[in-house]
């Protein structure tokens, strides 16, 4: 059974819209976070969240929201989406942040058109 | 500034043959290193990984070669299969830096037959 799920696994979307990709964790761990991976960068670290509160952010733009309503999810929601938004959003967890090892999702590839 | 840097974008070899993926960082901070395997359409999975108290570590044919001193490491991958084919990230942590994982760019192997 996949211990991280995200959703979709593909998206396509238009210039100017807006999606929330989600990512589920059934590892019983206590933090998350978010990477992106293109040609151009090819795994960006973009949020941390440890117990549910934000511990790190690395991403410029204020158009990605990470939403934790549940311990074990970490939902991307990005606005205004560009086609430089392209790239595939990758999912982690960790026991804490404490922890080195990160356990990655399979990923939701995003294409914006 | 890239952090963890991997040396090759690309390596290919023979099956049988031992591939060696090389790495090297420049944050001295860094005492965690993991390795990642990524196959196509799927998230990145930890390999093996090393801390840097150790100079070595071996899992099976996978084993790192560690080098404080010269902020360097390798991956050599013995008897290398067509299975091994993919994509390799070293990465780094510091337990300064709240932990958070700095990935090098890859390095995609292929293994012929």
């Known amino acids: 059974d996949p211990k991280i799920i995200q959703k979709p696994k593909y998206l396509v979307a238009v210039t100017g819209s807006e999606k929330i990709l989600i990512c589920e964790q059934y590892l019983g761990h206590n933090a998350m976070y978010w990477y992106r991976q293109s040609a151009k960068k090819p795994l960006e670290f973009m949020f941390s969240y440890s117990y549910q509160k934000l511990m790190d952010n690395q991403t410029a733009s204020s158009r990605f929201q990470p939403q934790s309503s549940k311990k074990n999810h970490l939902d991307l929601q990005i606005t205004a989406l560009k086609p430089d938004d392209s790239a595939t959003y990758f999912c982690?967890?960790?026991?804490?942040?404490?922890?080195?090892?990160?356990?990655f999702g399979p990923g939701t590839r995003l294409l914006v058109l | 500034q890239q952090q963890v840097r991997q040396s090759s974008q690309s390596l290919t070899v023979w099956e049988g043959e031992t591939a060696i993926l090389n790495c090297s960082y420049e944050?001295?901070?860094?005492?965690?290193f993991p390795w990642y395997q990524q196959f196509p359409g799927e998230g990145p999975a930890l390999l093996i990984a090393?801390?840097?108290?150790?100079d070595k570590k071996e899992d099976g044919r996978f084993t790192i070669f560690f080098n404080k001193r010269e902020k360097n490491l390798s991956l050599h991958i013995k008897d290398s299969q067509p299975g091994d084919s993919a994509t390799y990230f070293c990465?780094?942590?510091?337990?300064?830096?709240?932990?958070?994982?700095?990935f090098g760019s890859g390095t995609r192997l292929l293994v012929s037959p």
């Open positions: 982690a967890s960790s026991q804490d942040r404490y922890q080195d090892t990160q356990y």
């Open positions: 944050n001295s901070a860094f005492d965690y």
């Open positions: 990465a780094a942590s510091a337990r300064t830096g709240g932990y958070k994982v700095v």
């Open positions: 090393i801390r840097s108290v150790s």
